[in-house]
């Protein structure tokens, strides 16, 4: 059965503080039984993340490809092995169009991931125009015919996908329940052609985009969408707390 998943991208946020009192109060929440949770804290937090929280899982929201070299400013995943980092976000739309992050460089860093055994949470959306000129289902399976289906079924396995359509990014504009469940339906159906069945109906795919409390449980109920990435909603404990609750899972399963 695939994990149902709740994951925090608290992106460049938070004062150390901040960051610790928060990471505090998502250890503490009442998580739904089978939910698991995940924070993604600004990197600079992460250890210290990683040190209180003992209920969720933590990880880094970005990483480079090389082990070690000349690449100032830049942390490697073995780096983050090496921290006891589990976890990484890799394609999200922020970094592909802030640092033009290309789909050839994101197959570099989800081959580094898993090399490191740090489980990839591979980010994938189609910008407004995409979607409103109806090839939105091309260009996220092209996303990952060019990312991740390289890969063989055993370290794909490893991989949770996590559907953002950019144009609900950070815009409080969701996509709907049907909008979700269509690309978390087609994701799984081409995940099967490429890796079979029982690969597909095990694989998290997570929907990301302006997720609240007021529409998690609508999208939440959605057959193929198992769980959350959240960016503005995870700062936010009391939001967060009704997220990861089992209420928010179970009325509408
Ligand atoms: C994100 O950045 O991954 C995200 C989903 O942000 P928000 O929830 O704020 O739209």
Redesign the pocket.
Known sequence: MRSKIVAG?W?MNLSQAQAQELCREVNNMNIGSGIEVYIFPPMLYVNECQMHATHVKVGAQNAYPKDSGAYTGEVSMWQLQEAGVTAV?IG???RREYFRESNAFLKEKLDAALAHGIKPFF?CGEPLEIRENGTFLEYVKQQLEESVFHLDGAAFKQVVI?Y?PIW?????K?ASAEQAEEMHAAIRSWVEEQYGKEIAENTSILY?????PGNAQSLFACENVDG???????LKASEFAVLVAEETWTILN
């Open positions: 991208n992106k976000l999200h739309s922020e980010c996590a953002e609900a990014i950070g815009t409080g969701t990301g985009g302006s997720c609240n959350g990435l959240i960016g503005g909603a995870s």
